[in-house]
Each structure stands twice: as C-alpha cells, then as structure tokens.
Nanobody, 120 residues
Framework: EVQLVESGGGTVQAGGSLRLSCAASLDTFEDYAFGWFRQAPGKEREGVACKYNKDGRTWYADSVKGRFIISSDNTKNTVYLQMNSLKPEDTAVYYC?????????????WGQGTQVTVSS
C-alpha cells in the first residue's frame, strides 16, 4: 500500500519561504514520479511541480517557476517542495502525489494535504 504524508505547511508573510516534505512509504521510491499539487478555496486542484526520480526531469507550473524547487532524497524516501518568494495567491492546501501521468500532471496516490497560508 502506498502512503504519502505531507508536512511543513503553515502561515508565512508574503516574500517568505516554506519547505514542504512528503514522506513516501513505497518500494522502489527511486523509480517513481512525484508531483506537488495545490487547491485554493473555490478553485480546481492544479499541478505545481513534478519530478521523475528515475531520470531527474522536473516540471513547474508557470506561476511558480523561479520560486519553487522540487527535490527528493532517495535515502529518506522523501520529496520536498522549497517555496520561496511566496505570494498571497500561493495560499492553498498542498498535496503530494505519485504521478499516473506526466503531462499534464495527474496523481494516482495522494497524501492528506497540508495548508499553506501566505499573508499580505
């Protein structure tokens, strides 16, 4: 059974930074593609950043390019999302997922989500 547990959310002022973590309980972590998604109130869930561990390729939504960085640690079975220069419009529940499709990104196994709130 695949389990994903996010952590690291919180409240931060605009311009600040947060790092989200996603601990994955699954075999062959290094062979998986992972994505971070977010859902703001009244909006659809959207892909934010993805990484394919096997070849290292990454993808970012235009809205976060240059500000967010997705990374992973195969020794800890953990995926990270470093979020810098945060804006109020980044406020959302952030979810980690294993990817069933790369483009556009679509998750198949999901974590429970972690709230990120950016105050102006």
């Amino acid at each position: 059974e695949v389990q994903l547990v996010e952590s690291g959310g919180g409240t931060v002022q605009a311009g600040g930074s947060l790092r989200l973590s996603c601990a994955a309980s699954l075999d062959t972590f290094e062979d998986y593609a992972f994505g971070w998604f977010r859902q703001a109130p009244g909006k659809e869930r959207e892909g934010v950043a993805c990484k394919y561990n096997k070849d290292g390729r990454t993808w970012y939504a235009d809205s976060v390019k240059g500000r967010f960085i997705i990374s992973s640690d195969n020794t800890k079975n953990t995926v990270y999302l470093q979020m810098n220069s945060l804006k109020p419009e980044d406020t959302a529940v952030y979810y980690c997922a294993t990817l069933g499709r790369w483009n556009p990104p679509s998750g198949n196994f999901w974590g429970q989500g972690t709230q990120v709130t950016v105050s102006s």
